[in-house]
């Protein structure tokens, strides 16, 4: 009946989009599920206040669904794709929302907004590559709401921060009512699904710095979209080290990429980050990077491009992200 329902706040109130608030704030959770008329199926709203009420409520609800910034859920929601019976809302859940910048690793917490990692000045700094795949999620109403934690949870093979973890060997902490795990980010994505248990909540993400000091260090992340709200049609993450800004034609001592969009999985591909390691970057090595990239990725087409295209993109986009890191390295070092 309420097709228009857009937004819910079970806690107080209920926004249908465009019309009216209603305030609902009188009536139980569950209560207010039955008496919202709306697409998405019937479901038990649950509302944890900590970590570990949540991990036992997935403990207790195996087919339960977390909802966290609801961007993704919500749509499978309205359309019946996802028909939990139980929803638990961790939006409550602020131990999860939060940014450690350390001196070895970067850790950020499920909870974090795509906004706030985009905003953040000091990830800016530090680890460029997370706030510029942050700002080219969707628009700013999917960013404003949309988190990390549930950009790993859905696993989207077209996901940006997914071609990062794999391309930066990021790992994800797992927690559950009675332990707690690390995985890394090739080993959390596979087609399809991932290597999270249905009692698993995904507490953070995990970058090593080391790797890539702010000095010396340049990040990019291109990808070509079908209009500016879309996901990418493919898209690339780069990072790529230098060994001397100051002198001329800096070496490539490390590079790295991580393709969305262009495989089942996240994708990684070292034989693209082979083809410019170990000399400055030059048209050669750009050209080999772009071609291994087209024989390296495993498209899938789709309605809007065809596998052709998009191993055509990615050797494009290769070449441009490369291309776009190296300059930042070399001509932008970034300060701490
Ligand atoms: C129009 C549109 C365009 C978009 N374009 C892009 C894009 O270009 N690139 C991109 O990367 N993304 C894109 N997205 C997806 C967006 O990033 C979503 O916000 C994100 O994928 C899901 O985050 P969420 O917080 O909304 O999660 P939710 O929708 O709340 O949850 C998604 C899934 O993750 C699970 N989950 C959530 N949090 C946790 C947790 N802490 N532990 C375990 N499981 C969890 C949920 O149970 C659910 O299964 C787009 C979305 C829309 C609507």
Same mark, same amino acid.
Do not use: F, M, V, Y
């Given at each position: 009946m309420w097709s228009k329902v857009y937004t819910i706040n079970l806690t107080n109130s209920l926004h249908i989009d465009g019309m009216c608030t209603i305030n609902v704030?009188? *009536?139980?959770p569950t209560k207010k599920i039955g008496w919202v008329s709306m697409k998405p199926a019937a479901f038990e709203y649950h509302l944890p206040e900590s970590v570990s009420e949540a991990t036992r409520l997935l403990a207790e609800l195996p087919e339960a669904e977390l909802m966290a910034g609801n961007q993704s859920l919500g749509i499978a929601m309205s359309n019946r794709v996802a028909t939990p019976d139980h929803v638990i809302d961790i939006? %409550?859940?602020? !131990? *999860?929302d939060y940014l450690d910048v350390g001196n070895e690793k970067i850790e950020v917490g499920a909870m974090v907004r795509h906004r706030d990692i985009e905003q953040s000045s000091v990830l800016a700094e530090t680890f460029p590559i997370l706030s510029i795949s942050a700002e080219k999620i969707a628009g700013p109403v999917v960013r404003n709401r949309g988190t990390l934690g549930g950009s790993i949870g859905e696993?989207?093979? %077209?996901g940006n921060y997914p071609s990062v973890l794999v391309a930066m060997d990021g790992e994800i902490e797992l927690l559950s009512t009675d332990h707690t795990r690390s995985v890394d980010a090739t080993d959390y994505f596979? +087609? !399809?699904?991932?290597?999270?248990? &249905? &009692?698993? *909540? #995904?507490?953070c993400a995990r970058f090593p710095r080391e790797p890539f000091p702010s000095r010396r260090t340049g990040m990019a992340f291109l990808r070509k979209k079908e209009a500016a709200q879309s996901w990418p049609i493919v898209s690339v993450a780069s990072a790529i080290r230098v060994d001397?800004? +100051?002198?001329?034609n800096p070496v490539i001592e490390e590079a790295r990429v991580g393709y969305a969009n262009a495989a089942d999985v996240p994708l990684r591909l070292k034989s693209v980050e082979a083809a #410019? !390691? %170990?000399e400055p970057l030059s048209d050669h090595t750009l050209h080999t990077a772009g071609d291994r990239a087209y024989d390296g990725v495993q498209p899938q087409s789709e309605l809007h491009a065809d596998a052709v295209y998009k191993r055509e993109l990615a050797r494009e986009l290769t070449k441009r992200v490369f291309q776009r890191a190296y300059d930042r390295a070399t001509a932008e070092p970034i300060v701490v």
């Open positions: 704030s009188h *009536l139980s939006n %409550g859940l602020t !131990e *999860l696993a989207d093979p %077209g596979s +087609a !399809e699904t991932t290597n999270k248990t &249905d &009692d698993e *909540l #995904i507490r001397d800004p +100051a002198r001329q #410019i !390691e %170990g």
